[in-house]
């Protein structure tokens, strides 16, 4: 039986998004020429959380903006995509503008080696040239990259070794309630 450490859930959960979103809008404004893109598979639904706080909190002071959102699958990308025995399922891309001279905000859950954020850089190219590109995750996984990429924007840092794994349960996924577990291997 694996060994599971609770890292964070609901209410902490809320004021992380909250804290979050407070740096991304010192940074970034209004929104006017920077977009969102959820990393698939379940970077999406940290960044819809992230985008319904900005959206509510700039309704206050910015009535009617909305923060754009899309959603970015970088299976095909991936550069262990043609090395494993059984093939990766693509999920659904949509990014419904286009990033050319945009600031793009790339959300995912959890930060682990890099590999994933580069191979979604690579699939962002299909839809234009950012002007600057940031990264935000909730959990960010230290001692484990394999190549130079960090995050601009974290929610929390967990000390981790290579044999655990970081598990993110959202109610969107039929989980009870929010839990990002530490899990050891059994």
Do not use: C
């Not at 999406?44 to 985008?51: D, G, S």
């Not at 093939?87 to 994933?116: C, H, Q, S, W, Y």
């Not at 929390?156 to 899990?183: M, N, Y």
Request: zero cysteines; a neutral charge.
């Amino acid at each position: 039986m694996n060994q599971k450490r609770l890292v964070l859930s609901s209410p902490l959960l809320e004021i992380v998004i909250s804290r979050l979103s407070q740096e991304l809008i010192e940074n970034h404004n209004d929104f006017a020429n920077s977009v969102v893109l959820g990393l698939q598979p379940r970077g999406i639904y940290f960044a819809e959380r992230v985008v319904r706080e900005l959206n509510r909190t700039l309704a206050g002071t910015n009535p009617g903006v909305t923060v754009p959102l899309g959603y970015l699958d970088a299976t095909f990308y991936r550069d262990d995509f043609r090395r494993r025995d059984s093939p990766l399922r693509p999920n659904t891309t949509n990014v419904p503008f286009l990033l050319e001279n945009k600031r793009v905000i790339l959300i995912d859950d959890v930060m682990a080696t890099g590999r994933m954020v580069r191979a979604a850089m690579d699939a962002m190219t299909a839809f234009g040239r950012p002007r600057k590109v940031e990264l935000l995750v909730l959990i960010d996984r230290l001692y484990n990259r394999d190549l130079p990429i960090n995050p601009d924007y974290v929610g929390q840092r967990v000390h981790t070794l290579d044999t655990q794994r970081v598990l993110v349960e959202w109610t969107e996924q039929g989980a009870e309630q929010d839990r990002i577990w530490l899990v050891d291997p059994e």
